[in-house]
């Protein structure tokens, strides 16, 4: 059984996405795009592909009007260093994502026009406000603790019985403070207590994995964060071990057996930042462009997992799930 569905959110007039036989760049222009990838490419993700058909949806066309500078970060500490080789090139525009990757950008230059996907741009200071952000950063704001918010009430209404959930983030990322404490706070309201569990870096999962297991955790959130991403099996084998329900905030768990994913459908904000590179380069200053919220959500539910674990997943649930993987 595979159902998809899209919950749609009303988008800024000022940004719907134009067709591409209006939207040809600028004759005999060639322009040098930065592409940051933050998580490397995967047999169901493949995010450079995504963002070049975002650029073809608007006439740009690889090796004939624009050469995109293209780099893979495989840890937050790659930032800083494959910014500045980039920010070398001359580039006319950055296009990158996640909270830490853009605060190192924003850093790196004030100049040049950067479109990013983050949790919560202005919470974490990167722009002034979604309408008019300011500076020289756009693009989309998944606002990430609203959605934790959602995964932890999915979690509650997938397994009623689980009172105490383990929530694995990472402090250095500055959008997951304010978002742990949102948790926190809504955590009585659907009857369970929250054990945070700090991740800086990948030695530290051994760790916080036992601390689950002595704390006796009911399940896992694990939200939407690169670290998580780039280590997604080593968290995946150790919910299977211990026969835990969780849940993920990044599609890309889906490929390694994870249970239930709840998430903003990247690819689809990845190729609308199409939308924005267009506009730049056409003349618009990134501060002026208001920056969008998701359009397309997903519900995936992995009953193949489910039976492995001994889980029973309530059928008002699958009835809502986009995908069910059996």
């Given at each position: 059984m595979d159902r998809r569905r899209f919950l749609l959110t009303s988008l800024a007039g000022a940004l719907a996405a134009p067709l591409a036989a209006e939207a040809q760049p600028a004759s005999g222009?060639?322009?040098?795009?930065?592409?940051?990838?933050?998580?490397?490419?995967?047999?169901?993700?493949?995010?450079?592909?995504?963002?070049?058909?975002g650029l073809r949806d608007h006439g740009y066309v690889e090796g004939q009007n624009i050469v995109i500078e293209h780099r893979v970060s495989k840890t937050p500490k790659d930032n800083p260093a494959l910014l500045a080789d980039l920010l070398d090139r001359k580039l006319d525009i950055l296009v990158t994502w996640t909270?830490?990757?853009?605060?190192?950008?924003?850093?790196a230059t004030s100049t040049i026009p950067i479109v990013g996907i983050s949790g919560d741009p202005v919470q974490t200071g990167l722009v002034a406000s979604l309408a008019r952000?300011?500076?020289n950063i756009t693009g989309i704001a998944i606002l990430t603790d609203e959605l934790e918010l959602k995964n932890l009430?999915?979690?509650?209404?997938?397994?009623?019985g689980v009172t105490r959930v383990a929530v694995l983030w990472n402090p250095d990322?500055?959008?997951?403070?304010?978002?742990?404490?949102?948790?926190?706070?809504?955590?009585?309201?659907?009857?369970?207590?929250?054990q945070p569990l700090a991740v800086r870096n990948p030695g530290d999962l051994e760790a916080v994995?036992?601390?689950?297991?002595?704390?006796?955790?009911?399940?896992?959130?694990?939200v939407r964060e690169q670290l998580f991403s780039l280590h997604r099996q080593q968290i995946v084998n150790f919910v299977t071990?211990?026969?835990l329900p969780a849940i993920y905030g990044a599609p890309i768990f889906v490929e390694v057996g994870g249970l239930i994913?709840?998430?903003?459908?990247f690819v689809d904000m990845l190729r609308r930042t199409g939308v924005y590179v267009d506009k730049i380069l056409k003349g618009a200053k990134p501060g002026d462009l208001p920056i969008e919220q998701p359009t397309k959500f997903e519900l995936v539910i992995n009953l193949k997992t489910a039976k492995a674990l001994g889980l029973t997943i309530p059928r008002t649930l699958l009835l809502r799930a986009d995908q069910v993987i059996e």
């Open positions: 222009k060639v322009y040098r795009i930065g592409f940051l990838q933050q998580t490397p490419n995967t047999p169901a993700f493949n995010y450079t592909e995504t963002f070049r058909q909270t830490p990757a853009l605060v190192a950008a924003k850093k952000p300011g500076g009430q999915l979690l509650k209404e997938a397994f009623p990322n500055p959008v997951w403070p304010p978002a742990l404490k949102r948790l926190q706070a809504a955590a009585p309201v659907l009857g369970v207590t929250i994995f036992a601390a689950a297991t002595k704390g006796n955790a009911g399940a896992l959130l694990v071990t211990h026969r994913v709840y998430a903003a459908n």
